[in-house]
């Protein structure tokens, strides 16, 4: 199973930015997404996951309102739409995959088994 995310980019606070990320060789229905931000010397941070069906979302201690995630099963793919966006909101940011979402420590990254390469969002303030 390949994850590939792509969409991040240098914005100004206050910015929206949408990342998206493409699952192949899997059957994308089957897992629940998530996506993880890191900053370097940090652990990596669980930001939104979504169900097969699109019928739960969660999302970090951290997220506001200004965080949506979403899927379309018939493009095998899973977006992340930011709005309001600060500097700290910099990150490298990863989309994951599983087919068996961990209840309990779901914010764990090593509870997902598949990862795609980050892509890069920074925000200016």
């Known amino acids: 199973v390949q994850l590939q995310a792509f969409g991040g980019g240098l914005v100004k606070a206050g910015d929206s930015l949408r990342l998206s990320c493409v699952v192949s060789?899997?059957?994308?229905?089957?897992?629940?997404m998530a996506w993880f931000r890191q900053t370097p010397g940090k652990e990596r941070e669980f930001v939104a996951l979504?169900?097969?069906?699109?019928?739960?979302?969660a999302f970090g201690d951290f997220v506001k309102d200004g965080f949506t995630i979403s899927r379309d099963n018939t493009k095998n793919t899973v977006s992340l739409q930011m709005t309001r966006l600060t500097p700290e909101d910099t990150a490298d940011y990863y989309c994951?995959?599983?087919?068996?979402?961990?209840?309990?420590?779901?914010?764990?990254?090593?509870?997902?088994?598949?990862w795609g390469k980050g892509t890069q969002v920074t925000v200016s303030s």
């Open positions: 979504i169900d097969q069906l699109s019928s739960r979302t």
């Open positions: 060789g899997g059957i994308f229905r089957r897992y629940v």
């Open positions: 994951a995959a599983t087919m068996s979402l961990n209840e309990l420590d779901y914010t764990i990254p090593n509870t997902w088994t598949y």
